[in-house]
Nanobody, 129 residues
Framework: QVPLEESGGGLVQPGGSLRLSCTAS????????IAWFRQAPGKEREGVSC????????????NYADSVRGRFTVSRDNAKNTVYLQMNNLKPGDPAVYYC??????????????????WGQGTQVTVSS
C-alpha cells in the first residue's frame, strides 16, 4: 500500500487560489505518475490532472481535464517527495474533496478512478463568498 497524504484544502472565495500537496511517507513518488481526482457530493469521482514520472524514460508530462485547463497546474518536487496541484481562479464548480492517487505506473494513462489502487484520504476544497 502506498501511503499517500493530501493537504492544503480549505475555504477560498471565488477567483481565489489554493495549492494542494500530495506526499508519501517512506515511499518515493519519483518513479510513479500521480493523478489528482475530485468528488463532489452526489457526483462520480472525476480526474482533474495527472503528472507522469520524471524517472527513466518518462518525461514528467502533465495533463488536465478540460474543466481546469489553464487554471490548475500540477508539478512535482522530487527533492521534497511532493506533488502539487496549484489551483487558481477557483470557481463554484470546483468545490469537492480532492484526492491524489497512483496506479504505480510511470506514465499517466488517462485511467478512470476505479483503475487506481492507491489513494490518499482526501482534502476538502470549498469555494464560497
Amino acid at each position: 500500500q502506498v501511503p499517500l497524504e493530501e493537504s492544503g484544502g480549505g475555504l477560498v472565495q471565488p477567483g481565489g487560489s489554493l495549492r494542494l500537496s500530495c506526499t508519501a511517507s517512506g515511499f518515493s513518488l519519483d518513479y510513479y505518475a500521480i493523478a489528482w481526482f475530485r468528488q463532489a457530493p452526489g457526483k462520480e469521482r472525476e480526474g482533474v490532472s495527472c503528472i507522469s514520472s520524471t524517472s527513466g524514460s518518462s518525461d514528467g508530462r502533465p495533463n488536465y481535464a478540460d474543466s481546469v485547463r489553464g487554471r490548475f497546474t500540477v508539478s512535482r518536487d522530487n527533492a521534497k517527495n511532493t506533488v502539487y496541484l496549484q489551483m487558481n481562479n477557483l470557481k463554484p464548480g470546483d468545490p469537492a474533496v480532492y484526492y491524489c492517487a497512483t496506479e504505480t505506473l510511470s506514465n499517466c494513462r488517462g485511467s478512470r478512478w476505479y483503475s487506481y489502487e492507491h489513494w490518499g484520504q482526501g482534502t476538502q476544497v470549498t469555494v464560497s463568498s
